[in-house]
């Protein structure tokens, strides 16, 4: 298995969106509501704001993650989805290590994200790397909004 993380090529953007689809189906039962940014990939997750990466599995898209700008100190990590078979592995971590880096160099202070309750494992995750609570800070599904210092 030749396993690595690398920037989301525009190629694989359908792949991509297909990850997290079915996350969002073994959750929630739906598909996710838009894929507005993701159609907007060259605005939302470009250097030197943003970054969009992937966990591959050779040749197949099997993770995603990415850091986004929402103020000049603040980013929100977005799109933190694996394929089953990839979960508990520590490619969470690693990703996640990848993309709060990227964001330190891009002079963020903290990282902002929302999340839900039925995605217990991820939020354990979150807890591990540092994540604390704070105030709604989007109107979007979510119900658990936190924030990492950087």
Request: hydrophobic residues 40%.
């Amino acid at each position: 298995m030749a396993i690595k993380i690398q920037p989301l090529s525009s190629s694989q953007i359908e792949e991509a969106k297909a990850v997290i689809t079915a996350g969002c189906f073994e959750f929630f039962g739906e598909a996710p509501k838009n894929f507005e940014d993701m159609d907007r990939i060259s605005s939302q997750y470009v250097k030197p704001s943003g970054i969009f990466l992937v966990l591959m599995d050779n040749e197949r898209v099997v993770g995603t993650g990415a850091i986004r700008r929402l103020d000049e100190q603040t980013c929100e990590l977005k799109r933190m989805w694996f394929l089953p078979a990839y979960r508990g592995k520590g490619h969470g971590t690693e990703m996640s290590g990848l993309l709060f880096e990227f964001a330190r160099s891009a002079g963020y202070q903290r990282v902002w994200l929302d999340t839900s309750p039925l995605l217990e494992a991820a939020n354990r995750l979150y807890q591990r790397l540092g994540f604390h609570p704070i105030e709604r800070y989007n109107d979007g599904p979510g119900t658990i909004f936190m924030e990492k210092r950087l």
